[in-house]
């Protein structure tokens, strides 16, 4: 049996690392600006990832050359989610407009967390004790904790797309896990991370 959470990170940057998250996010946002407005403006809402790696990857890469290339495939994941997720809402409401005619102008991603993708922008290393984690042109690593005991970390058959979001001076990758309930470590029958919505 399979069980999904979302695992919070604790990540404990020093000063320098902080001020690289700071940029990276900021430039992360920037990015996701420009393909937010290319997407209502130019697809109606409707690009698919080849239009995107066709219309929009080297564009990205020239306007922003010290974001890895990984990173600017996330800022399409990024924008489609977040339209999908607005379009679900309004119909929940129960509005049957189109999107397209409901929202005046392009989503903003100003106030969004930076995505990481597994073992492309973040990774678990040292016997799983530092996180690595990309940001402007490098790779930085720092220690990291999880409210629970670190053996769970084995028993996680995927890691999804974490978020990287700052809380009061403190840093957190929120990552929704798939965990094998039969590799738990034992006593840790259910553990105590937030399920997702």
């Known amino acids: 049996m399979q069980l999904i959470f979302n695992l919070k990170v604790q990540l404990f940057p020093t000063e320098q690392q902080a001020r690289c998250f700071h940029e990276c996010t900021s430039e ?22 080849k239009e995107f790696n066709s219309e ?5 890469r020239e306007i922003s050359p010290t974001i890895n290339s990984a ?4 800022t399409y994941l990024s924008v ?13 409401k129960a509005c049957t407009e189109p999107l397209t005619k ?24 040292k016997k799983n004790s530092l996180i690595s984690m990309s940001v402007l042109n490098k790779r930085i690593t720092m220690p990291f904790a999880i409210e629970q005991d670190r053996e769970l970390l084995n028993a996680i058959t995927h890691f999804g797309n974490g978020q990287l979001i700052s809380i009061i001076d403190k840093w957190f990758l929120v990552i929704p896990i798939t965990v094998d309930k039969e590799k738990l470590p034992k006593g840790a029958e259910s553990p105590v991370i937030d399920p997702l919505p």
Do not use: G
């Not at 929009?56 to 990205?60: A, E, I, T």
């Not at 106030?111 to 990481?116: A, E, Q, R, T």
């Open 80 to 92: 489609a989610r977040q339209y999908h997720q607005a379009n679900q809402v309004f119909k929940e």
């Open 102 to 125: 409901i929202l005046k102008r392009p989503l903003s991603f100003q106030n969004s967390p930076l995505d990481y993708a597994y073992r492309c922008t973040y990774s678990f290393i």
């Open 28 to 49: 992360y946002q920037r990015l996701c600006d420009i393909v937010s407005d290319w997407f209502y403006y130019k697809h109606h809402l409707k690009a698919s990832r």
């Open 56 to 60: 929009m990857y080297y564009r990205l």
């Open 71 to 74: 990173m600017i495939q996330l």
